[in-house]
């Protein structure tokens, strides 16, 4: 643990899921460090959870995950998003894109943690509907 560690934003409203391992109280340091484990194929996947789903309000539907794995290609993110109709449980989507970078990565996670903003997913693939 570093020195000022304590002075580091931690994001509370957020669960981070790496490999089955829950953590509270995400940090962006933790976040760069699990992703750079994904590369190194010390883990294999990671999810954050928000406290509270987020509008996705162009599709009427809202945002209850985030997970990414290791893509097919080498040093490159597979990043889905899981999303859940507004007024209920049912009709789930999950959106997924193979080839981001882990700038490309980071930059989405991080808008997600600062504004709860989604990244434009209509034009991404659907990995599983439910």
Same mark, same amino acid.
């Given at each position: 643990?570093a020195?000022? %560690?304590?002075?580091e934003?931690k994001y !509370?409203?957020?669960?981070?899921d790496? %490999? ?6 995400? !940090? ?15 883990? %294999?996947?990671m999810?954050l959870?928000?406290s509270? $789903?987020?509008p996705? $309000? ?15 290609? !080498?040093g490159?993110f597979h990043?889905?998003?899981g !999303?859940?109709k507004?007024d209920s449980? #049912? ?10 970078s882990?700038y490309?990565v980071?930059?989405?996670?991080n808008?997600?943690?600062? #504004?709860?903003?989604i990244?434009?997913? #209509?034009n991404?693939?659907?990995?599983? #509907?439910l």
């Amino acid at each position: 643990m570093a020195l000022f %560690d304590f002075f580091e934003k931690k994001y !509370t409203d957020w669960t981070l899921d790496v %490999d089955g391992k829950k953590q509270e109280n995400v !940090t962006i340091e933790a976040i760069k460090n699990h992703l750079t484990a994904i590369c190194n194929n010390y883990n %294999d996947f990671m999810i954050l959870t928000p406290s509270n $789903p987020i509008p996705i $309000p162009q599709m009427a539907r809202v945002c209850n995950f985030v997970q990414l794995c290791k893509d097919k290609e !080498t040093g490159f993110f597979h990043f889905e998003v899981g !999303t859940i109709k507004a007024d209920s449980k #049912e009709n789930i989507i999950i959106y997924g894109k193979d080839g981001l970078s882990k700038y490309s990565v980071f930059e989405i996670i991080n808008k997600l943690l600062e #504004e709860n903003l989604i990244p434009d997913i #209509e034009n991404w693939e659907i990995a599983v #509907e439910l």
